[in-house]
């Protein structure tokens, strides 16, 4: 584009972009997202080029970074110069933000300085949304629900793939057929609801349906909730015998799962116990396992000391699941004869479509995808606009507030 300009007045160029991609590179939060990136150049000066390391057809989805000045990164004791909807002004004691009328000459917003507050703790923040002393608060709701909130409450659509994950080197769980069948016995939709509080939407793929797939996908392309195909299937298997509880035998003994969960959370908490029970109406057992520490339970994940888990893991905006094949932790549900990963380069170099990977991911039934939940924002009653977010722009539309 023409006529960018940084806070400072100076013009942003292609070389400043080259110079923001490598410093993100480096960087804790924007190093994942760019970790496909094998070099960045530019061509010209409005021209700049990514090279990847593999075929990736949504990597642009990936080039959220913020643009600063070049060579002003690594400012001692300053910060760098940027080209965003406000600049950072005042002291370290009392800092604000100012508007940047560069951004948009033509934009008056009403906040034009904004000032800056610490907080100790979530609690905290809450409170102070409640006596207006902070505006807006954004949780991920990575522990659950917050309660008590007491203000306007909008959500936020996140990637976080929340997933039942399966150990298809154990037992029954070595069938795919038997790992369709959790499959069809599983309800999104109710699990959304009831576990998540609507928090997030339901999916059968691990892809967000929130965001354009490029085609439209119908139902034989993977497994919807059907309580009268997972009986089949098991019924199939040879597992037509029940004991008095209702639960299946394999061999004369009841066929019996251990799903391990982190049981500080709340809202898995309640996801285990309703797949618990969605799992026991076809007929498979399953003993919930809870772990008081996140770090007990990724120990037990990565030991593979489970049959399932409950498992949540943040997709890039590029819905990259490359991961699934490639963490020892992630990959339990995918044997070694899987050609699973050999669909999923085909759709990521275009040589297929999407389905194509959906019906072969259906078929293998590696694990099972539940939901993309979400965060929210919380504002108090001084703000009349409603506030957009995004994952990649919580303050979306803030020049709008009112």
């Not at 949540?312 to 490359?322: A, C, G, P, S, V």
């Not at 044997?335 to 019906?359: D, G, R, V």
Request: aromatic fraction near 10%; hydrophobic fraction near 35%; charge should be positive.
């Amino acid at each position: 584009k023409d006529g960018l300009k940084f806070s400072d007045n100076s013009s942003v160029s292609a070389g400043d972009v080259v110079y923001s991609a490598n410093q993100a590179k480096s960087s804790k939060l924007y190093s994942k997202r760019l970790q496909n990136v094998s070099s960045v150049s530019q061509d010209g000066n409005k021209k700049i080029v990514f090279s990847l390391k593999r075929e990736d057809q949504k990597f642009a989805n990936c080039l959220d970074f913020p643009v600063v000045k070049n060579n002003t990164a690594q400012y001692k004791g300053g910060h760098p110069t940027g080209s965003g909807r406000y600049k950072l002004s005042g002291t370290s004691g009392s800092p604000s933000l100012v508007y940047n009328i560069l951004w948009n000459p033509n934009k008056k917003p009403k906040f034009s300085k904004i000032p800056l507050v610490t907080t100790p703790a979530e609690e905290a923040i809450i409170t102070s949304v409640k006596t207006g002393s902070v505006a807006m608060m954004f949780s991920d709701l990575s522990d659950g629900e917050i309660g008590g909130i007491g203000a306007t409450t909008e959500p936020v659509n996140l990637n976080n793939l929340v997933y039942l994950g399966i150990n298809a080197n154990k037992g029954v769980l070595k069938d795919a057929e038997f790992r369709q069948a959790i499959s069809y016995a599983i309800d999104q939709n109710t699990v959304l609801s009831k576990g998540f509080v609507g928090r997030g939407v339901a999916t059968y793929l691990p892809y967000n349906p929130l965001m354009n797939i490029g085609e439209e996908l119908s139902d034989k392309y993977f497994i919807g909730y059907s309580e009268t195909k997972a009986n089949k299937l098991l019924d199939e298997l040879g597992y037509e015998k029940r004991n008095a509880g209702g639960i299946r035998l394999d061999k004369n003994k009841p066929i019996e799962l251990n799903l391990l969960i982190n049981k500080q959370n709340n809202y898995k908490k309640m996801t285990a116990t309703g797949l618990q029970a969605m799992l026991k109406e076809v007929g498979i057992g399953v003993n919930i396992i809870s772990e008081d520490k996140f770090s007990s339970f990724t120990s037990k994940v990565n030991q593979k000391k489970f049959d399932l888990y409950l498992g949540e893991t943040k997709l890039l905006n590029n819905m990259d699941i490359t991961e699934f094949f490639t963490s020892s932790a992630l990959s339990v549900g995918i044997t070694k004869k899987s050609t699973l990963l050999e669909a999923y380069k085909k759709y990521q170099n275009k040589s297929e479509k999407y389905s194509y990977f959906a019906k072969e991911f259906s078929e293998q039934a590696p694990f099972v995808p539940l939901l993309f939940r979400s965060g929210i924002v919380a504002y108090n009653n001084n703000i009349k606009t409603d506030i957009i977010s995004t994952p990649s722009d919580i303050f979306y539309n803030i020049t709008d507030w009112k």
